[in-house]
């Protein structure tokens, strides 16, 4: 009897983590990933979908893949292809598929509609207000900077913005000019900016916190310490250089971006905090959206948290699938088998399962396309680097000198010809490669992963140097 095929839908390296979690099991026989990348048919039984040499973008070329290549399970990796239904489509049509239907996916799609689903569940959030008119909301900011001038405000697109759509504003003239970039001009995130949740800032860490649900039963996931920021907090000269040439007017903001890189295991959740958030957020969050909506949750959720310093949890935001680079430091540790764990999910056989992980750390560093080094052209001007307006097409090297046991999950990457007609690794993203080291320590695992990632070169590549730094 043959394996499984399995189909992952995502275009980067989360794509990649989870296609590699999949090829992990020997129920699976081929993993084949859409839209995927470079590296997606770099790895063990994977493969890139396509229809005749094109890879599958829209639901109804993905949907017809399944169907012509007898696909067992899908596994959706992304936020827009939930929040446009695509759960929904292949359900329709008999497909296995693991992730939220659209009704469900709203939770991340709006966050406003979720900041107001969770306060009305008695779920912990921060004091927070929701508005569709830039005007009403410069005079809440005005009034409440003037009754609060030692607190902060976090302003944040409503809709789906790559991760990079809530900003920390420390002052009234930085909160008035986000909420002109967000809802007037330049409308940095589009559509996702009609509405902005603006909440007061709280102080205390930023946590993580991921779990699987089979609507019936949620299980914990291992965490990730992750890194959202583009530069470490001392970089103050690449942080400011960012800035000027963003048009920001605060000079010390360290933009938030997708993901810099992670480690995991987390450093500081323990069983106490892990049962309290389980307690108090995620199982009331999913028992709760289906006796306030009439819909199920089934798949993955993950809370963005701020832990006070009382350790009590509050939720920041909500997103609906596997993050990213968390994932690709997560699921390497991972021992149950992904793709028993997926049927388990669509079967609501969670209830039976016992996740198992390797007690290994895995530290993994994202190499970005930053400032490109001058000139590139004739007349070309200055790109201040992701998550800022960057270059693409840039050609990698060095990849043949990273050891073998390195995980290389490639973010943003396509094969292509140079000039002399030689086929060549090209960056196609602002987040390009991600390299996990794996050890017995934190310490091991880090060295790893930094002593590879200085192997490899293209022009304007940058990473956060301090990645698991202050743990080992």
């Not at 770099?42 to 890139?48: A, D, E, G, P």
């Not at 007061?200 to 990730?224: H, N, Q, Y």
């Not at 390797?358 to 998550?387: F, H, M, N, Q, T």
């Amino acid at each position: 009897m043959s394996g499984a095929k399995v189909l992952v839908v995502d275009a980067g390296g989360r794509g990649n983590a989870i296609a590699d979690a999949f090829a992990r099991s020997p129920l699976v026989d081929a993993v084949y990933v859409a839209p995927g990348n470079a590296g997606s048919e770099m790895m063990k039984k994977c493969r890139l979908a396509t229809n005749d040499g094109r890879p599958l973008k829209s639901i109804s070329e993905l949907l017809s893949f399944a169907e012509r290549e007898g696909i067992d399970l899908t596994f959706v990796g992304p936020e827009g292809y939930l929040s446009e239904g695509i759960v929904n489509v292949f359900r329709e049509e008999g497909q296995r598929i693991v992730g939220p239907e659209k009704e469900a996916a709203i939770l991340e799609g709006s966050k406003c509609l979720t900041k107001d689903f969770l306060k009305g569940i008695g779920v912990p959030v921060p004091p927070f207000s929701n508005f569709a008119d830039p005007q009403e909301a410069k005079d809440y900011v005005i009034q409440f900077c003037d009754a609060n001038p030692d607190k902060g405000l976090v302003i944040k697109a409503d809709g789906l913005a790559a991760g990079k759509g809530s900003v920390v504003c420390s002052s009234l003239e930085e909160s008035l000019s986000t909420i002109d970039r967000i809802m007037v001009n330049p409308r940095l995130f589009g559509d996702a900016g009609n509405r902005i949740d603006v909440e007061e800032r709280l102080i205390g860490r930023e946590l993580m916190f991921f779990a699987i649900t089979d609507s019936r039963k949620v299980l914990p996931l291992e965490s990730a310490m992750d890194y959202k920021q583009a530069f470490s907090p001392d970089d103050r000269v690449a942080i400011k250089l960012f800035n000027k040439l963003s048009g920001n007017p605060n000079p010390d903001n360290n933009p938030n971006t997708g993901g810099m890189g992670g480690f995991s295991p987390h450093p500081w959740l323990d069983e106490s905090l892990k049962e309290r958030i389980m307690k108090k957020i995620a199982v009331p969050t999913i028992t709760g959206f289906k006796e306030t909506t009439g819909h199920e949750f089934t798949g993955i959720i993950y809370f963005g948290l701020m832990i006070t310093e009382d350790r009590e949890p509050h939720v920041l935001e909500i997103n609906v699938r596997l993050g990213d680079p968390e994932t690709e430091v997560i699921l390497p540790r991972l021992e149950t088998d992904m793709y028993q764990l997926s049927e388990a999910v669509l079967d609501r056989g969670l209830g039976s399962v016992e996740l198992q992980w390797s007690k290994d750390y895995c530290v993994g560093v994202c190499a970005i396309s930053g400032r490109a080094i001058k000139p590139l052209s004739s007349g070309s001007e200055e790109r201040p680097g992701y998550p800022g307006a960057h270059y693409t097409n840039m050609p990698i090297s060095g990849m043949e000198r990273v050891d073998p046991d390195v995980l290389v999950y490639h973010n943003g990457t396509a094969f292509g010809t140079d000039a002399s007609g030689r086929k060549r690794l090209f960056t196609t993203g602002g987040r390009v490669l991600t390299l996990v080291g794996r050890g017995k320590t934190l310490e091991s695992a880090r060295d790893q992963a930094y002593e590879n990632i200085k192997r490899i070169r293209f022009n304007g590549m940058r990473y956060r140097k301090d990645i698991g730094s202050g743990y080992v």
